[in-house]
């Protein structure tokens, strides 16, 4: 997942508890990244097969940003020399309080404010693109890393002074951005900007100008000032909301208490694991080490019942009631912007172009999908049927929302040999790790060098510097923050923190990111184990990260990194994910935590046979969150999000969600950052296949050929150029679904 600038908090958010794997930071950072526009992050969900000392202010405030519209740079522009080490990360963290946390946010909005004015007063008749596009550059850049200060520690600290510090500074800032984004006075310069200098332009100057524009009138800059105040009012509240949406649930700690024998079924690593309460019983929390394994393994029903409802009803009552007021102002901010639905708003800049063109591509697939899915729903329930025998107790003939996970662990272990506990460990942390960063730096030609003593938020995070092989220039650093405590972001996401771009003097800054996840954390006598889902999950966060950091060819920090179309973000990453399926990366990644042997040959194939297991059931669980968000964001009716979902999942999935749930009150993605775009994983998983079995699978899945073509045609442009022109220059050819269908078995359920 990957998060935008809306706000750290909202692009979290994105990575559903029930079945997504990436989040960008996106939807917590709705975004910062366009003073006329947005702000942007990425994210994940583990329950997904297929499917992120302070002085005051960074030392770029203030200064003079001149670059040349020129559309050529030398590759040693596009990076920072060696001895630049360290002096060019701006984002800085073992000194934050909250006191500092609010000095940056007034002294960040001060001075983006005097940048505005200055914008402000010059006269139409005197503008140039260097008064006006690059002092909104100069915010940009601004705003997007000093922003980060104050709206990341709300993810990561586990001092809750600090995280609602940054929770009530992110509302104002966030606040001062919807009035940024409304200010037509800059509008007004950049559209004489066009007027009087477009053809002189480079074509990524153009492109900034344009996106510019493009984004002023989605807000109703070329509007009344009457409809202007409106959406203004609208995009406020709407901000505000989304924050309160994820701060519910970040802040969210309820706890289950079972007895042994509730947890029958339960591996014994698992177990251990487990704090007591006064009365001897097990506590178990709603976080994912938890929930995963309980709705997999636990062989009592109401056990599995009690967890599934519980995780399902997180903030029900608030969150419900933020969701469907946050529906009804969409709504409204459409309407005003004459768009027939706020669907068609959303889509109008996506590759999709269309609420009609996302439905008809979610509702043929789904079609497709219907009788594979039914024939293994079919199959859980023979399984379920079997188990009530063995057990002795009555079968209701029923598929419940907890039965689900639990009898298609059971078709994996059983038909395909796949035992995850015996698999995870060869997968201890440690050695996926060392191979996933060798595997990438191989593949993309970059050095990774851990960096000691690093300013960092905690102990467990670790920082790398990245360099290119070929002559040690820096590209960027991140951060790894993998395991989960109290008060972190729930899900799996990659946060940019400081945007890749060019600076004053034409040298480069470079794009600093943070990866989170909440993995098992070792203890002093166990290693952490890693599900090979969870390998997937950091093979696909990871990917996000080097997106963010092999951006080069990225002028204006608008561009950064991850900042292209929603409904393509993904697909880089999806794309890489494929890693962990393929035989030689599977043994660089794996390491018996014992032995230190790697994955048997035998397992390895087993493990490849059983990708598909139960392909219909997950595409459908996709599908379901796709059209459900589809659905409630063109719908001219007040939606009842928990009726409306329950239908979806007896239509879609083919089976109810649990009674008295509603899980939309958990789903971030829909509360800012996703909304109207949930489709795009699926959108973006197509393109994945396409890329990975057309060049990679066909010329070599460790060619350094096909990576460097890879990292020049999908991530060295950033949001530079329109995704469909990057897929054909890597293709060399108009992307199609063939291998998707192919792969996933799915041409053959047609």
Same mark, same amino acid.
Request: charged share 25%; proline share 3%.
């Given at each position: 997942?990957?998060?935008?600038?809306?706000?750290?908090?909202?692009?979290?958010?994105?990575?559903?508890?029930?079945?997504?794997?990436?989040?960008?930071?996106?939807?917590?950072?709705?975004?910062?990244?366009?003073?006329i526009?947005?702000?942007?992050?990425?994210?994940?969900?583990?329950?997904?097969?297929?499917?992120?000392?302070?002085?005051s202010?960074?030392?770029?405030?203030?200064?003079?940003?001149?670059?040349?519209?020129?559309?050529?740079?030398?590759s040693?522009?596009?990076?920072v020399?060696?001895?630049?080490?360290?002096?060019?990360?701006?984002?800085?963290?073992?000194?934050?309080?909250?006191?500092?946390?609010?000095?940056?946010?007034?002294?960040?909005?001060a001075?983006?404010?005097?940048?505005?004015?200055?914008?402000?007063?010059?006269?139409?008749?005197?503008?140039?693109?260097?008064?006006?596009?690059h002092?909104?550059?100069?915010?940009n850049r601004?705003?997007?890393?000093?922003g %980060?200060?104050?709206?990341?520690?709300?993810?990561?600290?586990?001092?809750?002074e600090?995280?609602d510090?940054? $929770?009530?500074?992110?509302?104002?800032l966030?606040?001062?951005?919807?009035?940024?984004?409304?200010?037509?006075?800059?509008?007004?310069?950049?559209?004489?900007?066009?007027?009087?200098?477009?053809?002189?332009?480079?074509?990524?100057?153009k492109?900034?100008?344009?996106?510019?524009?493009?984004?002023?009138?989605r807000?109703?800059?070329?509007?009344?000032?009457?409809?202007?105040?409106?959406i203004?009012?609208?995009?406020?509240? +709407?901000?505000?909301?989304?924050?309160?949406?994820?701060?519910?649930?970040?802040?969210?700690?309820?706890?289950?208490a079972?007895?042994?024998?509730?947890?029958?079924?339960?591996?014994?690593?698992?177990?251990?694991?487990?704090?007591?309460?006064?009365?001897?019983?097990?506590?178990?929390?709603?976080?994912?080490p938890?929930?995963?394994?309980?709705?997999?393994?636990?062989?009592?029903?109401?056990?599995?019942?009690?967890?599934?409802?519980?995780?399902?009803?997180?903030?029900? %009552?608030?969150?419900?009631?933020?969701?469907?007021?946050?529906?009804?102002?969409?709504?409204?901010?459409?309407?005003?912007?004459?768009?027939?639905?706020?669907?068609?708003?959303?889509?109008?800049?996506?590759?999709?172009? %269309?609420?009609?063109?996302?439905?008809?591509?979610?509702?043929?697939?789904? #079609?497709?999908?219907?009788?594979?899915a039914?024939?293994?729903?079919?199959?859980?329930?023979?399984?379920?049927?079997?188990?009530?025998?063995?057990?002795?107790?009555?079968?209701?003939?029923?598929?419940?929302?907890?039965d689900?996970?639990?009898?298609?662990?059971?078709?994996?272990?059983?038909?395909?040999?796949?035992?995850?506990?015996?698999?995870?460990?060869?997968?201890?942390?440690?050695?996926? $790790?060392?191979?996933?960063?060798?595997?990438?730096?191989?593949? !993309?030609?970059?050095?990774?060098?851990?960096?000691?003593?690093?300013?960092?938020?905690?102990?467990?995070?670790?920082?790398?510097?990245?360099?290119?092989?070929?002559?040690?220039?820096?590209?960027?650093?991140?951060?790894?923050? +993998?395991?989960?405590?109290?008060?972190?972001?729930?899900?799996?996401?990659?946060?940019?923190?400081?945007?890749?771009?060019?600076?004053?003097?034409?040298?480069?800054?470079?794009?600093?990111?943070?990866?989170?996840?909440?993995f098992t954390?070792?203890?002093?006598?166990?290693?952490?184990?890693?599900l090979?889902?969870?390998?997937?999950?950091?093979?696909?966060?990871?990917g996000?990260?080097?997106?963010?950091?092999?951006?080069?060819?990225?002028?204006?920090?608008?561009?950064s990194?991850?900042r292209?179309?929603?409904?393509?973000?993904?697909?880089?990453s999806?794309?890489?994910?494929?890693?962990?399926?393929?035989?030689?990366?599977?043994?660089?990644?794996?390491?018996?935590?014992?032995?230190?042997?790697?994955?048997?040959?035998?397992?390895?194939?087993?493990?490849?046979? %059983?990708?598909?297991?139960?392909?219909?059931?997950?595409?459908?669980?996709?599908?379901?969150?796709?059209?459900?968000?589809?659905?409630?964001?063109?719908?001219q009716?007040?939606?009842?999000?928990q009726?409306?979902?329950?239908?979806?999942?007896?239509?879609?999935?083919?089976?109810?969600?649990?009674?008295?749930? #509603?899980?939309?009150?958990?789903?971030?993605?829909?509360?800012?950052?996703?909304e109207?775009?949930?489709?795009?994983?699926?959108?973006?998983?197509?393109?994945?296949?396409?890329?990975f079995?057309?060049?990679?699978?066909k010329e070599?899945?460790?060619?350094?050929?096909?990576?460097?073509?890879?990292?020049?045609?999908? !991530?060295?442009?950033?949001?530079?150029?329109?995704?469909?022109?990057?897929?054909?220059?890597?293709?060399?050819?108009?992307?199609?679904?063939?291998?998707f269908?192919?792969?996933?078995?799915?041409?053959?359920?047609?």
């Amino acid at each position: 997942m990957f998060v935008l600038r809306a706000s750290v908090r909202q692009l979290a958010s994105k990575k559903l508890a029930s079945n997504t794997r990436c989040l960008l930071a996106s939807a917590a950072r709705t975004s910062r990244t366009g003073v006329i526009g947005s702000r942007v992050g990425i994210a994940t969900s583990p329950h997904t097969r297929h499917i992120r000392p302070i002085q005051s202010l960074t030392p770029s405030i203030g200064r003079s940003l001149s670059l040349s519209t020129s559309s050529s740079s030398s590759s040693s522009k596009m990076a920072v020399p060696p001895e630049q080490a360290g002096r060019d990360v701006h984002v800085h963290w073992k000194d934050i309080t909250a006191e500092k946390i609010a000095t940056i946010k007034t002294d960040v909005i001060a001075a983006v404010t005097k940048m505005a004015d200055d914008i402000s007063a010059i006269p139409l008749a005197e503008v140039t693109f260097e008064n006006v596009m690059h002092t909104l550059e100069n915010m940009n850049r601004e705003l997007t890393t000093n922003g %980060s200060l104050v709206d990341f520690p709300a993810m990561v600290y586990t001092d809750k002074e600090i995280r609602d510090a940054s $929770t009530e500074a992110d509302k104002d800032l966030s606040q001062f951005m919807v009035d940024l984004r409304c200010n037509k006075d800059i509008f007004d310069r950049v559209v004489a900007v066009k007027e009087k200098f477009y053809d002189s332009l480079s074509t990524q100057s153009k492109r900034l100008v344009d996106h510019t524009i493009r984004d002023g009138r989605r807000l109703g800059l070329h509007l009344s000032d009457e409809t202007r105040d409106q959406i203004k009012k609208v995009d406020q509240e +709407l901000s505000r909301l989304s924050i309160d949406f994820q701060r519910n649930l970040a802040e969210e700690s309820t706890k289950l208490a079972f007895s042994p024998e509730e947890l029958d079924g339960m591996p014994e690593d698992f177990i251990s694991s487990l704090d007591k309460d006064d009365d001897d019983k097990f506590i178990v929390t709603l976080k994912y080490p938890h929930t995963v394994p309980i709705s997999q393994k636990a062989r009592n029903a109401d056990t599995r019942k009690r967890v599934n409802v519980a995780f399902n009803s997180r903030c029900m %009552s608030e969150n419900t009631e933020i969701l469907e007021t946050m529906l009804e102002l969409r709504k409204k901010k459409a309407s005003l912007l004459s768009f027939s639905t706020f669907a068609d708003y959303m889509l109008e800049i996506r590759m999709a172009r %269309s609420n009609k063109a996302v439905s008809e591509f979610l509702t043929t697939l789904s #079609n497709r999908v219907t009788p594979l899915a039914e024939k293994e729903l079919a199959k859980l329930k023979e399984y379920k049927k079997a188990e009530c025998t063995e057990l002795g107790i009555p079968y209701d003939d029923e598929l419940h929302a907890w039965d689900v996970n639990y009898y298609s662990y059971q078709v994996e272990k059983k038909e395909y040999s796949i035992d995850q506990d015996l698999y995870k460990e060869y997968f201890p942390m440690e050695k996926v $790790t060392e191979g996933l960063l060798d595997i990438y730096q191989d593949l !993309l030609g970059v050095v990774f060098t851990k960096l000691d003593d690093a300013d960092v938020w905690h102990p467990d995070v670790t920082m790398y510097r990245v360099t290119e092989k070929s002559g040690g220039w820096i590209l960027g650093y991140f951060y790894l923050d +993998l395991f989960p405590r109290d008060g972190k972001f729930g899900h799996a996401a990659c946060f940019p923190l400081q945007s890749g771009c060019r600076l004053a003097d034409g040298t480069r800054q470079v794009a600093v990111c943070a990866m989170v996840a909440n993995f098992t954390k070792p203890t002093a006598d166990k290693t952490s184990l890693l599900l090979h889902s969870e390998v997937e999950t950091f093979f696909h966060e990871f990917g996000h990260a080097m997106h963010g950091i092999c951006a080069l060819d990225v002028q204006y920090s608008r561009f950064s990194g991850t900042r292209v179309e929603r409904d393509f973000v993904e697909a880089p990453s999806q794309m890489l994910e494929n890693w962990c399926w393929e035989k030689e990366p599977l043994q660089r990644m794996s390491g018996h935590f014992e032995s230190g042997k790697t994955l048997p040959s035998n397992m390895l194939e087993t493990l490849v046979a %059983s990708r598909n297991a139960n392909i219909g059931i997950l595409t459908k669980r996709q599908l379901c969150f796709g059209l459900f968000d589809q659905f409630i964001h063109s719908s001219q009716d007040k939606v009842d999000t928990q009726s409306v979902y329950n239908k979806f999942c007896l239509d879609v999935n083919r089976y109810p969600a649990a009674e008295g749930t #509603n899980m939309p009150a958990t789903f971030g993605h829909i509360a800012g950052g996703y909304e109207a775009q949930y489709y795009g994983y699926m959108w973006s998983n197509v393109f994945s296949y396409d890329m990975f079995f057309s060049r990679f699978h066909k010329e070599g899945v460790m060619s350094s050929q096909v990576g460097k073509h890879y990292r020049d045609f999908i !991530l060295r442009p950033g949001g530079s150029r329109d995704a469909s022109d990057m897929l054909v220059d890597f293709l060399g050819r108009e992307p199609n679904q063939d291998a998707f269908l192919e792969q996933t078995g799915l041409s053959a359920a047609a």
